[in-house]
């Protein structure tokens, strides 16, 4: 059965870091945009950070430009999120997901999502 399964969330301070890791198992990642994406309980899901299957430079929503790095892995079917100088707004569930293609870090397209791994800033 093909799914995402994301690992590596957990509880930190501010201005710690964070590695989020994102295993597709059943499928291969390198037809898709890959893109990680948070979540707060009775809010929005909000576009993270996006990357392309073609090598073009990763989309970042604005609130963690600078901090937040996206990378991925076609080889191993992995996607990662390097995140750095955590903020106590940073708190979400986030979410892996695949879709046919990057527009900005907008969700629509994306059809294929993972359960989720709780990351946590205190302050």
């Known amino acids: 059965q093909a799914k995402l399964v994301e690992s590596g969330g957990g509880s930190v301070q501010a201005g710690g870091s964070l590695r989020l890791s994102c295993a597709a198992i059943?499928?291969?990642?390198?037809?898709?945009?890959m893109g990680w994406f948070r979540q707060v309980s009775g809010k929005e899901r909000e576009g993270v950070a996006t990357?392309?299957?073609?090598?073009?430079?990763?989309n970042y929503a604005d609130s963690v430009k600078g901090r937040f790095s996206v990378s991925r892995d076609n080889s191993n079917n992995m996607l990662y999120l390097q995140m750095d100088s955590l903020k106590p707004e940073d708190t979400a569930m986030y979410y892996c997901?695949?879709?046919?293609?990057?527009?900005?870090?907008?969700?629509?397209?994306?059809?294929?999502w993972g359960q989720g791994t709780q990351v946590t800033v205190s302050s």
């Open positions: 997901a695949a879709g046919p293609y990057c527009f900005g870090v907008q969700s629509q397209g994306f059809s294929s």
């Open positions: 059943g499928f291969t990642v390198s037809p898709f945009c």
């Open positions: 990357i392309s299957k073609g090598g073009l430079p990763p």
